[in-house]
């Protein structure tokens, strides 16, 4: 008997049988996963990068002919302070300043992309140069977290003229009193009326300012954002009646503020996919800041908790007298519901979290289960990041710099 073959025979057959045993064992210790909710919001962070965002510091939305948008990077920004990742949230504000921000003002271009000569750039040709006020609220925000978690006064810097210019640019007084607009042209756009789209108010974005900003009064543009979400939602607009649910978009009468039903081109009263996100800010005042008034508005929209407790379900589309307008489920819709649902029922939170946002996870992938749309993948993520407690108030008013 060869002595030698035999022991290499049995050292592989061991080797074998090693990685064997270690290989099923490590599939028992897969079955059993310990879930942590900061390792799924930071994997998830990191495909996001890998899928939508490209090296420079551009976020493509590969659903609409890759273009980017001001409400996109602002996105990016949030994220990435929330997760202590300074080296994206850099790359991202030098890319947004240098090809969306004004020359002639502080606000920020809200659609960047190819043109019809194949050439990138702002698409002017889609009103692309115009500012959107919920994506400048948004960087100036993020602006504002950075400085108070990274401790760098140039972030404050680069924040505050984004402040005054959202007031100089974007609010617009009716009857004495400050109205946040859609866009910079409503100023001027129609003498008759201005085009609101109330998910892009941000009470808690405005305490923030009013810090660091006593020309302007940011305390009453907090109370008119009230204000108008809960009449929107009282209002019947372009229905005979209201299911008590906020719309897309409104109009708002120059010299009345009466609010008006905007159903002109793609403007509906619709809770679609703008409306979708005014549960999410209301109900991140009231879980930062305790606001009574924010605890008030989600209360008026008993309409989701009806739909959830009979059907499980809350459609993508609804008509302002809660008709379905579609059938269709979207992951960025439930993720901004869970934070309304987390204020007010937190067991029909558990409940949906489980249903239709847990399941989109994979633990053994470190990822979605299936590709999310750019929206989707970031309402989703915040949806998660409020439920699990992981959306820190940064301000730097709690950090008392």
Known sequence: MNYRILGITLIV??????????????????????????????SLWNDYKREYMEAEGRTVDKQRNSVTTSEGQSY?????????????FDIVWDWTKENLQHENDALFSWLYGEDEDG???ILISQGGQNSASDADTDIAHALLFAYSRWRDPEYLEEALPIINDIWDREVVMIRGRPYLAANDLEKTRSPESIVINPSYFSPYAYRVFGYFDDQHNWDALISTSYEVIQQSMREGLDRDRSAMIPPDWILM?????????ANTGTLTTNYSYDAMRIPFRIALDY?????????ETLAMMDFFQKEWMNNEVIYANYAHDGSVYSTYEAPGHYGAIVAYFSVLDPQMADALYEKKLKVLYSPDENGWRGSLSYYDDNWAWFGLAIYHNLLPNLSPIVAQI
């Open 13 to 42: 057959a061991s080797v074998v049988i090693l990685s064997f045993v270690s290989y099923r064992n490590s599939l028992k210790s897969r079955e059993p996963i310990v879930f942590s909710p900061k390792t799924m919001l930071a």
């Open 76 to 88: 990016a920004m949030l994220r990435a302070v929330w997760l202590d990742d300074k080296e994206t």
């Open 119 to 121: 050439n990138m750039g």
């Open 253 to 261: 009468n120059r010299r009345t503020g009466r609010i008006m039903p």
């Open 287 to 295: 879980i930062w800041n305790n606001e009574p008034r924010a605890k």
